[in-house]
C-alpha cells in the first residue's frame, strides 16, 4: 500500500493554535483565580467576621487577589473567548493583549507582597486552629487537586512570563506584513518589561515551591518554608552505623544554611520522610573516613551530631563535594569566618574547646579490640564496650563510668570517660593525664595511618598459632617498622616489626594461602596473606627497601594508605 503523505502543517494553522492555547491557559488560570478569591479568600473573611482572627491577616495574605480575578474573568477571558470563535474572519489577539498592559501593576502589587504573604500564612496557620482547619478543609477539595494554598498562590507570580513566552512564539509564525503584527510586537514590549522585573520574584517563588514540596513530605512539621532557605541536594544515601558495620537508607536535604537527616516513612501517596535530625551548616566539617566494608564514605560533623555517609558515584547524588561546596559559600557569606575553606581537609579529632558542645563521631565496636584509654582488651563477659558521648571513643566500662553535661545535647547528663570528665567539669587529675608515660607499644593506629607509608588489612600468622586478620601500618616516622594492630582504631599495637635485616620470601609454602609472603630473621617468622597479588606486590616493594635500610616511599596513587579487604582464600 502507499503510504499517505503527511499533510504539512501551514503557517495559519499554527498561528490558530498558540492562540488557542492562549485561551485554554486562560480559562485554566481564571479557574485558579476563582479558587483563590471565592473560595479561599471568601471563607477565611467569612471567618474573620467572628473576630476569630483580623481581617486585615487575610487581607494582607491576599492582597489584590480580587482585582485580578476581576480582571482576567471578566475582561480578558470574554475577549479571548469572543476573537476564538470569529478567528476565521479576525485572526488576531495582539489588540486583545494590549489591553492587558494597563494592568500589569496589579501583578506588580501581588509580586512585591508575596514573601510577606508567604510569612503571614505561615504564621497563622501554626497560631490559630481555625484558621488552618478552613485552609485544610478547602485543599481536601477536588477542585484544588491535592494541591496547597502556596502552591495556588504562585499562579500569578508566574502568569506574566507565560504571555510573554506565548506572544514571541507567535510573532515567529506572524508575516512581517500581517495585520496584527504592530498591535503584537507593542504587547511583548510591555509584558516583556513587567516579565523582566518579575524575574527575580519568579526565582524566588520556584524555590519557594519546592520548599512547600519538602513541607509537605516532612508531613508539614519541619519550619522550613522561608525565603532565605535554597536547596542545593537532596537524595537517599546509605548512612553508616555508629557501632557496627551495618548500612542504612537515610534522606538527605542539604540547603544553603541546614542538613535534614531523614527517614523514610511508609506512604500511600507521594514520598515521605521524618526527619531525625536538623544540623546547621555554620561550624559543619567534612573529612573523607577509610572503611573496610563500605568504599567512597565520608564524615559529615556538625554541632548536632555526627553522621557518616557513603558517596554514590553519580555526580547528580549527594557527595563529599557537594558539602564542601556548601560550606565553602557558607563561609564567604558569613563575615565571622575569615578563613578559607580548603577542599580537602583532614579533620582532627574533637578539639578540648569543642568537648560536648558538639557531637562526636563514634568510632566503631569493630575498629578496636581493646580499651581506648586503658589499653585492656576487650571480651564479651567482664569487659563490654561504651562510648563515651562527648569524644566517641570505645572504651572499658571502668573507664566510662562518669557523667558529664553535654551541650550539644541540651546540657543533659550522659556518660563520657575519664579523661573527658576531668576536662568538663575542671577535675583535672595530674598523675594520670600528665605522669604516666606510653609504652613503646601504646601508639594509635589512626595517628600512625593519617601518615603512613602503607596501612591495611593482612592475615597474619606467627610460627604455628593459628591466622588473623591485623591491620598493618608503616608509619612515616618510623619507616623501618611495621605496627600489627587488632583493629583500625586501637590505641595500642598488638606487636611491632624491626624490618631492618629481615629475609623476605615470596613464594608461599605449600600450607600458606596463595597470596602470601614471609618475614624471617633466625628463628623467627612472620607470615602474611594479601586479598590480590597485585596489593601483594605493593606491600613487598616497600617491605624489600624497608629490610635494607632504605627508607620506602608512600605510594604515589593513594592518599598515603590502602585499606584491603579479607582475603578469600580457604587456606586462611
Known amino acids: 500500500m502507499n503510504s499517505i503523505p503527511e499533510q504539512k502543517e501551514t503557517n495559519e494553522q499554527k498561528l490558530f493554535k498558540i492562540a488557542n492555547e492562549l485561551l485554554q491557559t486562560e480559562k485554566a488560570y481564571v479557574a485558579r483565580l476563582n479558587l483563590l478569591d471565592k473560595v479561599f479568600y471568601a ?70 507582597n508575596f514573601d510577606h504573604a508567604m510569612d ?10 481555625p484558621f488552618k482547619a478552613i485552609i485544610l478543609e478547602i ?77 509537605e513530605m516532612l508531613g508539614e512539621e519541619e519550619d522550613i518554608v522561608n525565603p532565605s532557605n535554597e536547596l542545593i541536594k537532596e537524595g537517599h544515601i546509605l548512612k553508616l552505623a555508629a557501632r557496627n558495620t551495618s548500612a542504612m537508607d537515610r534522606y538527605l536535604f542539604l540547603f544553603n544554611n541546614m542538613l535534614l537527616y531523614c527517614v523514610p516513612k511508609f506512604s500511600l501517596v507521594g514520598q515521605k520522610f521524618t526527619v531525625r535530625t536538623r544540623i546547621g551548616i555554620e561550624g559543619m566539617k567534612v573529612m573523607e573516613t577509610y572503611n573496610e566494608d563500605y568504599p567512597h564514605t565520608f564524615q559529615v560533623s556538625g554541632k548536632e551530631r555526627t553522621l557518616e555517609l557513603q558517596a554514590r558515584y553519580r555526580p547528580e547524588h549527594l557527595s563529599r563535594s557537594a558539602f564542601q561546596e556548601t560550606i565553602h559559600i557558607s563561609l564567604q557569606k558569613n563575615e565571622t569566618f575569615k ?16 568537648l560536648g558542645k558538639r557531637a562526636p563521631r563514634w568510632i566503631r565496636d569493630n575498629e578496636v579490640t581493646m580499651c581506648m584509654k586503658c589499653k585492656e582488651s576487650f571480651n564479651a563477659i567482664t569487659r563490654r564496650r561504651h562510648h563515651c558521648r562527648a569524644c566517641g571513643y570505645v572504651v572499658c566500662w571502668k573507664c566510662s563510668d ?57 592475615q597474619y600468622c606467627e610460627k604455628n598459632k593459628p591466622w588473623q586478620k591485623v591491620w598493618c601500618v608503616i ?24 624490618l ?59 592518599h598515603s594508605t590502602e585499606i584491603t579487604q579479607e582475603p578469600s582464600s580457604n587456606g586462611v
Open 402 to 458: 562518669y557523667k558529664a553535661t553535654l551541650e550539644y545535647e541540651g546540657n543533659k547528663m550522659n556518660k563520657v570517660c575519664k579523661d573527658c570528665f576531668c576536662i568538663l567539669t575542671g577535675h583535672i587529675d595530674s598523675e594520670e593525664r600528665e605522669g604516666k608515660k606510653k609504652g613503646i607499644l601504646e601508639v594509635s593506629s589512626g595517628s600512625c595511618e593519617i601518615l603512613s607509608i602503607m596501612c591495611g588489612f593482612l
Open 339 to 354: 578563613s578559607a575553606f580548603k577542599d580537602v581537609e583532614e579533620v582532627p579529632d574533637l578539639k578540648i574547646s569543642e
Open 43 to 112: 471563607k477565611l473573611i467569612e471567618e474573620a467576621r467572628k473576630d476569630t482572627f483580623t481581617m486585615d491577616v487575610v487581607k494582607n495574605i491576599f492582597s489584590n487577589i480580587s482585582s485580578i480575578h476581576t480582571f482576567h474573568s471578566q475582561f480578558l477571558l470574554p475577549d479571548l473567548e469572543k476573537r476564538m470563535g470569529e478567528w476565521t474572519s479576525t485572526p488576531r489577539i495582539g489588540d486583545i493583549l494590549q489591553k492587558l498592559t494597563p494592568f500589569l501593576k496589579m501583578y506588580a502589587e501581588y509580586v512585591r
Open 120 to 129: 503571614l500564612l505561615k504564621q497563622w496557620t501554626d497560631r490559630s486552629p
Open 139 to 215: 485543599q481536601s477539595q477536588e477542585a484544588c487537586g491535592s494541591l496547597s494554598l502556596q502552591h495556588h498562590m504562585l499562579e500569578p507570580v508566574q502568569r506574566v512570563p507565560r504571555y510573554e513566552m506565548l506572544l514571541k512564539d507567535y510573532l515567529k509564525k506572524l508575516p512581517q506584513d500581517h495585520i496584527d503584527r504592530r498591535d503584537a510586537e507593542k504587547s511583548l514590549e510591555i509584558i516583556a518589561m513587567a516579565a523582566t522585573h518579575s524575574n527575580t520574584a519568579i526565582r524566588k517563588t520556584e524555590n519557594l515551591k519546592k520548599l512547600l514540596e519538602i513541607y
Open 500 to 558: 631492618l635485616g629481615y629475609l623476605v620470601e615470596d613464594s608461599p609454602r605449600p600450607t600458606d594461602p596463595p597470596v602470601s609472603f614471609r618475614l624471617s630473621q633466625s628463628k623467627s617468622v612472620h607470615s602474611f596473606a594479601a586479598e590480590s597479588e597485585e596489593l601483594k606486590q605493593r606491600w613487598l616493594k616497600v617491605i624489600r627497601m624497608a629490610v635494607t635500610g632504605e627508607v620506602p616511599k608512600p605510594p604515589e596513587d593513594n
Open 475 to 498: 608509619p612515616q616516622k618510623e619507616a623501618l617498622v611495621l605496627y600489627l594492630y587488632g583493629a583500625p582504631q586501637d590505641v595500642k599495637a598488638q606487636s611491632t616489626i624491626p
